[in-house]
């Protein structure tokens, strides 16, 4: 198979995929999913942390990536253990040469800035981004995969002044419980179409992402002009390598535009965040 026709073609699917989900997990433009249910049909509400959200969202979707999958000819591997990257490969059935990495990203909208988002990260630039042959922390090496991508949910946050996590409903009081989330945007997108230059995490070596939504949708992040290979010569120097500094001495590098001055690269390159 020619491996970048098929990138294209699964690049296609998965964004046409991407915007079918909301209609799955939403009416009225709230999220249909209120609460957990016991045995005895009680309802706990579902509380606002972002963390549980994120895992609901991707048990809520699982079974539509499975029938996608199954729909465009490929099987789904999940990431043996949680902090492996990718949350989902995706193995073309007639060349298992051929595989995709996804990963599922949420983030919500700023409160104060609807035009932005939380941000998300993109995987690690740490050792498997830098030992593309490495099987550590990852499911596959990074080289194995033909492609890299997002599918990304950004939804706001329910202005609800006092949601009664410690109440329990019946069934039948299921629509009296509030959403903690709503208008929800799909996306599936390269990563690095959509990274920033900056980290997505503190200390930790996540690649971050860039926060306006317009540009998220339309993959216009801070290396969409410089293209993947200057993506990934950045992020496997990001804060490793030594460059000088105005004092005559060196520093970290931890721009894209001190990236390009080092290079010798010209600055239009860096398609600067708004």
């Not at 991407?18 to 049909?41: M, P, Q, V």
């Not at 981004?129 to 939804?155: E, M, T, V, W």
Request: aromatic share 14%; charged share 25%.
């Amino acid at each position: 198979m020619n491996k970048e026709k098929e990138k294209a073609l699964f690049y296609d699917n998965l964004k046409k995929f991407a915007l079918s989900l909301k209609d799955h997990i939403s009416y009225d433009n709230e999220w249909t999913i209120r609460g957990f249910i016991d045995i005895f049909k009680n309802v706990y509400t579902i509380s606002s942390d972002t963390k549980v959200i994120s895992k609901i969202l991707e048990l809520h979707l699982f079974p539509y990536f499975l029938s996608f999958a199954k729909d465009i000819g490929y099987k789904i591997e999940l990431a043996e253990y949680q902090n492996w990257y990718p949350d989902l490969t995706f193995v073309n059935l007639k060349d298992e040469n051929i595989k995709f990495a996804v990963d599922l990203k949420t983030t919500y909208r700023n409160d104060e800035d609807s035009e932005l988002c939380n941000g998300f990260t993109l995987g690690s630039h740490g050792a498997y981004f830098i030992n593309r042959s490495s099987a550590k922390n990852i499911q596959y090496p990074y080289n194995d995969y033909s492609g890299h991508f997002c599918l990304g949910i950004i939804y706001t946050r329910s202005e609800i002044e006092k949601l009664e996590e410690t109440k329990i409903y019946t069934v039948d009081e299921i629509d009296m419980i509030p959403s903690v989330i709503k208008n929800f945007i799909f996306f599936a997108e390269e990563k690095w179409r959509i990274a920033s230059d900056k980290s997505g995490s503190g200390n930790t070596a996540n690649i971050g992402s860039i926060k306006n939504i317009n540009d998220i949708l339309s993959g216009n992040g801070v290396f969409a002009k410089a293209g993947e290979k200057l993506f990934d010569n950045y992020w496997s120097n990001y804060k490793k390598m030594k460059i000088p500094d105005k004092k005559g001495g060196y520093k970290e590098l931890s721009s894209f535009s001190e990236y390009l001055s080092y290079r010798g690269l010209p600055e239009s390159l860096n398609n600067k965040q708004k």
